[in-house]
């Protein structure tokens, strides 16, 4: 069971640790977008069509894959870092962590988070 303090801490850890990997993802998607488009712009002029389409694919792919491990992560860090229901062990994320902080109870199990 946490303190009120204790709660309140561990609240402001996880929202700057969210907020931290939010902003990383955001910028390493806007940023590998802007990679592949300028790279597909050189491509444009320097090779036949179907060699384009290939380096458009790769491109495409290589995009998904930074913005859908960069999600993974920020998945990761939202577990890892909310506070946990001492009860049954469930972090408190989003809507449970704002109906925790409100009643001092867990929004899974029912049990007193803060004490
Ligand atoms: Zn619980």
Request: hydrophobic content about 40%; proline content about 3%.
């Amino acid at each position: 069971m946490f303190t009120r303090d204790e709660f309140n801490l561990t609240k402001s850890k996880y929202s700057k640790a969210v907020k931290k990997h939010s902003i990383i993802l955001a910028v390493g998607s806007v940023m590998s977008g802007l990679f592949s488009l300028q790279l597909l712009k050189w491509c444009d002029d320097k090779f036949t069509p179907n060699i384009r389409i290939l380096i458009s694919l790769i491109t495409f792919f290589i995009f998904l894959t930074i913005v859908f491990l960069l999600y993974l992560k920020l998945k990761k860090i939202t577990n890892e870092t909310a506070p946990k229901c001492p009860e049954c062990s469930k972090p408190m994320i989003g809507e449970a962590l704002r109906i925790s902080s409100a009643t001092g109870k867990c929004e899974n199990c029912g049990g007193s988070v803060i004490g």
